[in-house]
C-alpha cells in the first residue's frame, strides 16, 4: 500500500549562477576563476494533491568532477546542458516515496542512461565522467528533499526513519564481506547524531597559489575588506584547522609547502593540519616518504596532520592500488573516489580508513555512504565545494548530523565572499568564520531550514 506520506517529483525550474572567484583556486592541475552555480527548484505532489516546492543548489565544479586536458569552458557547457536534461527527465521518473527512494531508484535505473545519452549526443572529445552526472544530478536530489520536508512541515533530517520510509537500509546496502553487520531493520536515523550540534568547527583551505607569506604576493590580489595572507585569515577568523593543497606530483614543493604552513600555524596557535593531494599521487611511496621525513624533521608538524586526503586517482575500480601503508601512518579519507557505498566498500578492502562526505554527490547517496561507513567503523568528514549561497545549508548540516572527525571544510567565503550576501542577511553565521567555527542557529523551519522566503535574493530567468 501506498505510505500517506509518500511524494511525487511533478515540475523542475533550472538556473544559473555565475560567480567568479576573488582569489584563484587550483585544482590539481588547474586554476579556477569563475564556476556556475547551478539552482533549482522543485514541486513535489503528495498522495492527497498537495503540493510544496524545494530547493537545491550546487557548484558545478568543472576541474573537480572533471579533470582534463579539453577546454573549460567546453566541459562547463556539457554540465550545464546536462542538468537541463535533468530538468525535463527528473518531473518524468515515475516513482513515489520518500526522496531517498526516489533519489536512490533514479541513480540506480536513469541516470546512467541519461548520462550515456549526453555522451553521444554532445560531441566532446571524452565522455563526461559519472562523477559529473551525479554533481549535477545534486541539485535536484537535495531540492527533492528539500520540497518533501517543506510539504510535510518538518524538518527533512526528521524524516530519515521508519516513520516516513518505506523501505530500511538492507534494500539499498550490502555489508562487507567480511563483516557480521547487516542493515535490516535499520534506517538512516540509527547512524546519524540525536543532538546534531549548533557551532562547528571550521576547516581554511590553503589553496595551491594562495601566498602564506609576504613574498609570495603578486600584486595581483584583490584589495577589499576580506584578508589575503594566511596569517590574516587565522588572526580575523581565530582558525584553528587548515586543509593544505599540495601537487601531488613535486615532492619537494609539497614537502616545502607543507613546512612552511605547518610553522605559520604553530606561531598563531592552530592546532591541526589535513594534506589534500588532489588524486595526482600513483604511488603510495610518495605520501609515505613524506610523511616519515616529516616525522623525524618536523614530529610536532607530522603530530598535527588529523587525516590524509585522497591522494591517488578518482578512478578507484581502474586504480586498484593498495594504500595500507599510507592509512598505517594517518587516517586515510577517500573523496572523489567515494561516489556511493560500494565505492567505499571496495576502499576499505584496500586500506582506506576514512570518507570524505559532499552533499554535491548527492544528499540521498551522502546520507546512505554515511551509513554503511559508520556500521563499518570507518571515520567521517564533510568537505566543501566552495559551497556558497542556498549550497552552504545542506554542506553543513550533513555535518552536523553525521558527526565528523572535526567540524567541517567551509572556504566560499574566502574565494567568493561577497555572492553569499543575500543569504548571510539571515545566516550570518553560516557565511563568516568566528572564533574557528561557524554558528548553525539561525537554520529553522521545514525542510533544510533555508528560510527562502526571508532571503532577498533576485534569479535570473528559468533556463529552458
Given at each position: 500500500?501506498?505510505?500517506?506520506?509518500?511524494?511525487?517529483?511533478?515540475?523542475?525550474?533550472?538556473?544559473?549562477?555565475?560567480?567568479?572567484?576573488?582569489?584563484?583556486?587550483?585544482?590539481?592541475?588547474?586554476?579556477?576563476?569563475?564556476?556556475?552555480?547551478?539552482?533549482?527548484?522543485?514541486?513535489?505532489?503528495?498522495?492527497?494533491?498537495?503540493?510544496?516546492?524545494?530547493?537545491?543548489?550546487?557548484?558545478?565544479?568543472?576541474?573537480?568532477?572533471?579533470?582534463?586536458?579539453?577546454?573549460?569552458?567546453?566541459?562547463?557547457?556539457?554540465?550545464?546542458?546536462?542538468?537541463?536534461?535533468?530538468?525535463?527527465?527528473?518531473?518524468?521518473?515515475?516513482?513515489?516515496?520518500?526522496?531517498?527512494?526516489?533519489g536512490r531508484d533514479f541513480i540506480v535505473d536513469e541516470l546512467a542512461?541519461?548520462?550515456?545519452?549526453?555522451?553521444?549526443?554532445?560531441?566532446?572529445?571524452?565522455?563526461?565522467?559519472?562523477?559529473?552526472?551525479?554533481?549535477?544530478?545534486?541539485?535536484?536530489?537535495?531540492?527533492?528533499?528539500?520540497?518533501?520536508?517543506?510539504?510535510?512541515?518538518?524538518?527533512?533530517?526528521?524524516?530519515?526513519?521508519?516513520?516516513?520510509?518505506?523501505?530500511?537500509?538492507?534494500?539499498?546496502?550490502?555489508?562487507?564481506?567480511?563483516?557480521?553487520?547487516?542493515?535490516?531493520?535499520?534506517?538512516?536515523?540509527?547512524?546519524?547524531?540525536?543532538?546534531?550540534?549548533?557551532?562547528?568547527?571550521?576547516?581554511?583551505?590553503?589553496?595551491?597559489?594562495d601566498p602564506i607569506s609576504p613574498e609570495e604576493l603578486t600584486g595581483?590580489?584583490?584589495?577589499?575588506?576580506?584578508?589575503?595572507?594566511?596569517?590574516?585569515?587565522?588572526?580575523?577568523?581565530?582558525?584553528?584547522?587548515?586543509?593544505?593543497?599540495?601537487?601531488?606530483?613535486?615532492?619537494?614543493?609539497?614537502?616545502?609547502?607543507?613546512?612552511?604552513?605547518?610553522?605559520?600555524?604553530?606561531?598563531?596557535?592552530?592546532?591541526?593540519?589535513?594534506?589534500?593531494?588532489?588524486?595526482?599521487?600513483?604511488?603510495?611511496?610518495?605520501?609515505?616518504?613524506?610523511?616519515?621525513?616529516?616525522?623525524?624533521?618536523?614530529?610536532?608538524?607530522?603530530?598535527?596532520?588529523?587525516?590524509?586526503?585522497?591522494?591517488?586517482?578518482?578512478?578507484?575500480?581502474?586504480?586498484?592500488?593498495?594504500?595500507?601503508?599510507?592509512?598505517?601512518?594517518?587516517?586515510?579519507?577517500?573523496?572523489?573516489?567515494?561516489?556511493?557505498?560500494?565505492?567505499?566498500?571496495?576502499?576499505?578492502?584496500?586500506?582506506?580508513?576514512?570518507?570524505?562526505?559532499?552533499?554535491?554527490?548527492?544528499?540521498?547517496?551522502?546520507?546512505?555512504?554515511?551509513?554503511?561507513?559508520?556500521?563499518?567503523?570507518?571515520?567521517?568528514?564533510?568537505?566543501?565545494?566552495?559551497?556558497?549561497?542556498?549550497?552552504q545549508i545542506p554542506h553543513v548540516r550533513l555535518a552536523a548530523h553525521?558527526?565528523?572527525?572535526?567540524?567541517?571544510?567551509?572556504?566560499?567565503?574566502?574565494?567568493?565572499?561577497?555572492?553569499?550576501?543575500?543569504?548571510?542577511?539571515?545566516?550570518?553565521?553560516?557565511?563568516?568564520?568566528?572564533?574557528?567555527?561557524?554558528?548553525?542557529?539561525?537554520?529553522?523551519?521545514?525542510?533544510?531550514?533555508?528560510?527562502?522566503?526571508?532571503?532577498?535574493?533576485?534569479?535570473?530567468?528559468?533556463?529552458?
Open positions: 500500500m501506498p505510505n500517506s506520506k509518500d511524494v511525487k517529483v511533478v515540475d523542475a525550474e533550472l538556473y544559473f549562477l555565475p560567480v567568479h572567484t576573488r582569489m584563484p583556486l587550483k585544482f590539481g592541475a588547474e586554476t579556477v576563476k569563475y564556476v556556475t552555480c547551478a539552482r533549482c527548484k522543485i514541486t513535489v505532489e503528495g498522495q492527497a494533491g498537495k503540493s510544496a516546492v524545494g530547493w537545491g543548489e550546487t557548484p558545478l565544479s568543472v576541474t573537480w568532477v572533471w579533470p582534463s586536458s579539453l577546454a573549460y569552458e567546453e566541459r562547463h557547457e556539457s554540465l550545464k546542458a546536462f542538468c537541463r536534461t535533468l530538468t525535463r527527465e527528473w518531473p518524468k521518473f515515475d516513482v513515489s516515496g520518500h526522496p531517498i527512494e526516489i542512461r541519461l548520462q550515456s545519452a549526453h555522451n553521444e549526443s554532445h560531441a566532446a572529445s571524452e565522455p563526461m565522467p559519472w562523477l559529473a552526472s551525479l554533481v549535477c544530478f545534486s541539485l535536484f536530489d537535495i531540492a527533492t528533499h528539500d520540497a518533501y520536508g517543506n510539504l510535510h512541515d518538518c524538518d527533512i533530517y526528521s524524516t530519515y526513519n521508519r516513520d516516513w520510509m518505506n523501505r530500511s537500509l538492507e534494500h539499498f546496502l550490502e555489508p562487507a564481506l567480511n563483516s557480521n553487520h547487516d542493515f535490516r531493520d535499520q534506517y538512516p536515523c540509527d547512524f546519524l547524531t540525536s543532538s546534531p550540534p549548533h557551532h562547528l568547527p571550521a576547516w581554511h583551505l590553503v589553496g595551491g597559489t595581483n590580489e584583490p584589495e577589499d575588506e576580506y584578508p589575503v595572507l594566511l596569517e590574516d585569515w587565522i588572526r580575523t577568523d581565530k582558525l584553528n584547522c587548515l586543509k593544505v593543497k599540495l601537487r601531488g606530483n613535486d615532492a619537494t614543493w609539497d614537502y616545502d609547502r607543507l613546512v612552511k604552513t605547518g610553522q605559520l600555524a604553530i606561531n598563531n596557535d592552530v592546532d591541526w593540519l589535513t594534506t589534500d593531494f588532489n588524486c595526482m599521487v600513483t604511488n603510495p611511496d610518495y605520501v609515505n616518504e613524506m610523511l616519515d621525513r616529516l616525522c623525524l624533521e618536523h614530529p610536532r608538524i607530522y603530530g598535527m596532520i588529523l587525516y590524509v586526503e585522497q591522494p591517488f586517482p578518482h578512478d578507484l575500480d581502474a586504480n586498484r592500488i593498495d594504500v595500507h601503508s599510507v592509512s598505517a601512518r594517518k587516517p586515510l579519507f577517500l573523496d572523489e573516489s567515494a561516489h556511493d557505498w560500494q565505492h567505499i566498500r571496495l576502499g576499505r578492502q584496500l586500506g582506506w580508513t576514512g570518507v570524505a562526505l559532499k552533499t554535491c554527490k548527492t544528499q540521498t547517496g551522502a546520507i546512505l555512504s554515511a551509513c554503511w561507513a559508520k556500521a563499518h567503523g570507518m571515520t567521517l568528514m564533510v568537505q566543501d565545494l566552495t559551497n556558497p549561497m542556498l549550497a553525521v558527526g565528523t572527525i572535526m567540524g567541517v571544510e567551509t572556504n566560499a567565503m574566502q574565494f567568493y565572499p561577497a555572492v553569499s550576501k543575500p543569504e548571510s542577511a539571515i545566516h550570518p553565521g553560516l557565511y563568516q568564520r568566528r572564533n574557528g567555527q561557524i554558528d548553525l542557529s539561525t537554520i529553522s523551519g521545514s525542510g533544510f531550514g533555508y528560510r527562502v522566503g526571508e532571503i532577498s535574493r533576485e534569479l535570473p530567468d528559468a533556463e529552458s
